[in-house]
T-cell receptor, first 114, second 113 residues
Framework: AQTVTQSQPEMSVQEAETVTLSCTYD???????LFWYKQPPSRQMILVIR??????QNATENRFSVNFQKAAKSFSLKISDSQLGDTAMYFC???????????FGKGTKLTVNP | DSGVTQTPKHLITATGQRVTLRCSPR?????VYWYQQSLDQGLQFLIQ???????AKGNILERFSAQQFPDLHSELNLSSLELGDSALYFC????????????FGDGTRLSIL
């Protein structure tokens, strides 16, 4: 069974600074996908970024980037130039290729302080 | 706005009752997924439908059932409700093709009194 671990229940960062959220996963599969979802207080689940395991290049979406270390089974999210609107729960998620079932971590609550 | 519509936004009912949650996927999406988010279990996959057919099943209780209709909207039926069923229920949809990103609705908050 696949598991996703987010070891930081809560984090905080000052506006305009950079923060990194950690995620590790456990799987015996070789083909899979990794995601970060954001859940603001409005409770929507918003896709932030997606990484295919077969791609060595780390995914980037504007201020959001990942550090994907396949051998270490690590998938961290870096948020640059943090904004107040980044305050949210962040969930790391895993999907085996072909399964279409997302397995989520417990989440990290990020607070961006002015 | 993800394009996935869930109704109702909030539902309050009593133990032993039955409720139906509704989901309309994004235009063109054939796959619909249901997830449960609770404080103790976190976000858990319940079930997936693809073009009207059940595709995958997760940790879904026997008291729960779902279906996807010809117009592709889906309903999640929860019966014999217990206090522990109180949770946020999300519907997500994705386009055809392997491992397309899932786009989530705003969820239905179910409170059992």
């Amino acid at each position: 069974a696949q598991t996703v671990t987010q070891s930081q229940p809560e984090m905080s960062v000052q506006e305009a600074e950079t923060v990194t959220l950690s995620c590790t996963y456990d799987t015996s599969e070789s083909n899979y996908y990794l995601f970060w979802y954001k859940q603001p207080p409005s409770r929507q689940m918003i896709l932030v970024i997606r990484q295919e395991a077969y791609k060595q290049q780390n995914a980037t979406e504007n201020r959001f980037s990942v550090n994907f270390q396949k051998a270490a089974k690590s998938f961290s999210l870096k948020i640059s130039d943090s904004q107040l609107g980044d305050t949210a729960m962040y969930f790391c998620a895993f999907m085996v290729s072909g399964s279409e079932k997302l397995v989520f971590g417990k989440g990290t609550k990020l607070t961006v302080n002015p | 706005d993800s394009g996935v519509t869930q109704t109702p936004k909030h539902l309050i009912t009593a133990t032993g009752q039955r409720v139906t949650l509704r989901c309309s996927p994004r235009s063109g999406d054939l796959s619909v997924y249901w997830y449960q988010q609770s404080l103790d279990q976190g976000l858990q996959f319940l079930i997936q439908y693809y073009n009207g057919e059940e595709r995958a099943k997760g940790n879904i209780l026997e008291r729960f059932s779902a279906q996807q209709f010809p117009d592709l909207h889906s309903e999640l039926n929860l019966s014999s409700l217990e206090l522990g069923d109180s949770a946020l229920y999300f519907c997500a949809s994705s386009a055809q093709g392997n491992n397309q990103p899932q786009h989530f609705g705003d969820g239905t908050r179910l409170s059992i009194l």
